[in-house]
C-alpha cells in the first residue's frame, strides 16, 4: 500500500486551462503539504493544512488553491494555468505538529505547453 | 530570513570513496535540521534530522551528520558510497511554529563513479 500517492504521475496541458491535482495518504496523518519543485529541483512550500484546516499559504498566485475535503486529501486546483507553472509538484504529510518528519509523495510532473 | 545553502551543486566521488556534502544554515533560534535524499523520478525521503542533543546523528542507508553551531553547518557523511547512493541530496531546516515549515537548500546531485 501506498503511504502517500498522486495523480496523475504526469498532466500535460495547454496554457490556460484548469487541472487539479490530488492526494491522499493512508498513514493517519493531522498535516498535509503541496511543495513545488521547479526546473533547477529547488523545492519551495506552498500550502500546508492540519485537520483540514489551512495554516500556511506562502505567497503563490490566487490561481492556485488547495483544498481539503478530509484528513485524507489534500488537492491542489490550479486555473489559468501559465507556462512557468510547469514543475514537479510533491505532497507531503506530517504525523501532527509535534512530530517533525515529512512523507513525500511521488510527485505529479506538470507540463504546460 | 531563514535560509539553507548547499555550496556543491554536484558532486562526483568513485564508488567506496568517502563522501561529505556540505550544507549551511541561517536561523536565529537552534534549527531543527534535515537531510532529505531523492532518486530519479521519485519523491523524497528523510535520511536524517537533527533536533538537539548528541551533534552526531546518524542515518538510513549509513549515512551519519554532524551538527556543528559555531559554524552553522550540517554536513552529511558517508564512508563508503555505494553506487545506488546517486541521486539528488537536500538540506532542509524546519522554522519555528510547528507548523512543519522546511526550507530547503538548493540540492547537490551525487554522481557515482564505477
Known amino acids: 500500500d501506498t503511504a502517500v500517492s498522486q495523480t496523475p504521475k504526469y498532466l500535460v496541458t495547454q496554457m490556460g486551462n484548469d487541472k487539479s491535482i490530488k492526494c491522499e495518504q493512508n498513514?493517519?496523518?493531522?498535516?498535509m503539504y503541496w511543495y513545488k519543485q521547479d526546473s533547477k529541483k529547488f523545492l519551495k512550500i506552498m500550502f500546508s493544512y492540519n485537520n483540514k484546516e489551512l495554516i500556511i499559504n506562502e505567497t503563490v498566485p490566487n490561481r492556485f488553491s488547495p483544498k481539503s475535503p478530509d484528513k485524507a486529501h489534500l488537492n491542489l486546483h490550479i486555473n489559468s494555468l501559465e507556462l512557468g507553472d510547469s514543475a514537479v509538484y510533491f505532497c507531503?504529510?506530517?504525523?501532527?505538529?509535534?512530530?517533525?518528519?515529512?512523507?513525500f509523495g511521488p510527485g505529479t510532473r506538470l507540463t504546460v505547453l | 530570513a531563514q535560509s539553507v545553502t548547499q555550496p556543491d551543486i554536484h558532486i562526483t566521488v568513485s564508488e567506496g570513496a568517502s563522501l561529505e556534502l556540505r550544507c549551511n544554515y541561517s536561523y536565529g533560534a537552534t534549527p531543527y535540521l534535515f537531510w532529505y535524499v531523492q532518486s530519479p523520478g521519485q519523491g523524497l525521503q528523510l535520511l536524517l534530522k537533527y533536533f538537539s542533543g548528541d551533534t552526531l546523528v546518524q542515518g538510513i542507508k549509513g549515512f551519519e551528520a554532524e551538527f556543528k553551531r559555531s559554524q552553522s553547518s550540517f554536513n552529511l557523511r558517508k564512508p563508503s558510497v555505494h553506487w545506488s547512493d546517486a541521486a539528488e541530496y537536500f538540506c532542509?531546516?524546519?522554522?519555528?511554529?510547528?507548523?512543519?515549515?522546511?526550507?530547503f537548500g538548493q540540492g547537490t546531485t551525487l554522481q557515482v563513479k564505477p
Open positions: 507531503a504529510t506530517r504525523r501532527s505538529r509535534t512530530d517533525n518528519e515529512q512523507f
Open positions: 498513514l493517519g496523518h493531522d498535516t
Open positions: 532542509a531546516v524546519e522554522t519555528s511554529g510547528n507548523t512543519g515549515k522546511l526550507i
